[in-house]
């Protein structure tokens, strides 16, 4: 239903709508129920509420102690500015661009955990959230409000919130699956009409050379991946280029902690069926969208869909029942034996630790499986080789050296799981920009690794 047309039905005939229209306030309205020292959790990536973020902070000075929580959120989050930390205190669950320095200046603080075990937090009650801020579409005729462009990450916490502030925009498309909450259960209600935040899949610092790298990993991993396969990947210049080179693959499927715009044209010309798919069979499950206009536009009511909460999307021994699952993550730097860092550079924290781990088990224990690591081999300006004698001091190790199967590069491919170390370094080195090859040779040898 339109906003227009829930004021113009009959409460009689839907009691749900005056239930609706006697929760409709203005976002000031609405957030007046935060108080110091509650816990918040916020619905993150393209769905971020910002009528309602942007109203809490106006009430700063009213507010000490507030603890949000959220992973990776698009745009621009006020309260992890200078000077907000005494009001609001940020603990990330993934780490974006717009509060990697809150985070490592101290205003904001980093919660390392398995993208499959955030929203458990909140379930077992590790957490419990006093306000969950959520951004749906309108209900439909029964009342039910899609979470969207983002059901995986807030679901299952907004379940648990004493209370539900929903920012209803008719914008925000009609996710389908477990993906709904009723109208009963929200709180307050704040009807916007704006367009949602968008991540365009581009790198802004690709160069030629870069692309050209890109491509040449893309293809190694194309290579890889049979027909009747159910992918996992991401949002980035590596998944796309692996996606330009399976247009002549059948019979695809997806199981996908995130959904984005380069998918789409595999699903509209058929490579994606989902018909071999041992789970699910013809769905695309995923958590979240994360892209523009046009992923929005295309899960729309779009009944190949499934949407979940993440716990589900991401519980490994769920992802292994798909046989053929390729998991297709990247990475900071791998060090020879295999140890892969992907959440930070040294002591610095970058990003988080997500589904890597949760998707690289799960493929690990699908039949015909392939957990896949995909990097460039050096740095874009070539003074760093991304395959390292040893992890930075601090780095961490996301992806241990006994997950890791498949690590890929423009060089080509090294397998790792079973082997030694003698034989991975091997493996690794034959993988690595030549211009470092010798520097890690001679490290081996120096370590009787080799």
């Not at 955990?113 to 419990?128: C, D, H």
């Not at 209900?139 to 379940?159: L, M, Q, R, W």
């Not at 994606?272 to 995923?286: D, N, R, S, Y």
Request: proline share 5%; glycine share 8%; charged share 25%.
């Amino acid at each position: 239903m339109t906003l227009e047309e829930i004021k113009t039905v009959k409460p009689g005939n839907a009691p749900w709508v005056k239930r609706y229209n006697s929760r409709l306030v203005s976002a000031d309205e609405a957030v007046k129920v935060i108080k110091s020292k509650d816990k918040l959790i916020i619905q993150p990536g393209c769905a971020a509420p910002f009528q309602l973020i942007n109203a809490m902070v106006k009430r700063k000075d009213e507010l000490t102690d507030v603890e949000i929580y959220h992973i990776l959120v698009v745009g621009d989050i006020p309260y992890a500015k200078p000077g907000m930390e005494r009001h609001f205190k940020h603990k990330a669950f993934f780490i974006g661009a717009n509060s990697r320095t809150a985070v490592n200046d101290g205003r904001a603080e980093f919660i390392p955990i398995f993208l499959s075990e955030v929203t458990m937090l909140f379930k077992r009650g590790v957490i419990q959230a006093d306000v969950a801020l959520i951004h749906v579409s309108p209900p439909d005729e029964h009342g039910f409000c899609s979470y969207g462009i983002d059901v995986g990450n807030i679901k299952t916490p907004a379940e648990k919130a004493k209370c539900v502030i929903a920012q209803v925009n008719k914008n925000m498309p009609r996710a389908l699956g477990n993906s709904f909450i009723h109208v009963n259960k929200i709180d307050f209600i704040v009807e916007v009409d704006e367009p949602l935040k968008e991540l365009p899949q581009v790198d802004p610092d690709a160069t030629p050379e870069t692309l050209e790298v890109y491509d040449k990993i893309g293809q190694h991993v194309a290579e890889m991946i049979e027909d009747g396969s159910t992918l996992q990947m991401g949002i980035g210049a590596i998944p796309d280029a692996v996606l330009k080179y399976l247009h002549n693959k059948n019979d695809l499927g997806v199981h996908t902690e995130m959904f984005s715009d380069g998918l789409i044209k595999l699903v509209e010309e058929g490579v994606v069926t989902g018909e071999k798919k041992t789970l699910h069979l013809g769905k695309i499950i995923a958590g979240f969208v994360l892209g523009t206009k046009r992923a929005f536009d295309f899960i729309d009511n779009n009944p190949v869909f499934e949407f979940h909460p993440q716990e589900y999307v991401n519980d490994p021994f769920l992802i292994s029942k798909n046989d053929k699952m390729v998991a297709i993550n990247s990475a900071i730097e791998i060090d020879l034996t295999g140890q892969v860092c992907a959440d930070s550079i040294g002591t610095k924290f970058f990003s988080g630790i997500g589904g890597q781990v949760d998707f690289v088990r799960g493929a690990a224990h699908s039949e015909g499986g392939k957990p896949i690591i995909a990097l460039p081999s050096a740095t874009k300006d070539l003074k760093y080789s991304k395959i390292v004698p040893t992890l930075k001091p601090g780095a961490g190790v996301v992806t241990s050296r006994g997950d890791v199967h498949y690590v890929v590069t423009e060089y080509g491919t090294a397998y790792l799981f079973g082997k030694s170390i003698q034989e991975r370094v091997r493996a690794l080195i034959n993988i690595s920009h030549p211009l470092f090859r010798d520097e890690l040779t001679e490290f081996a040898k120096k370590t009787y690794y080799i």
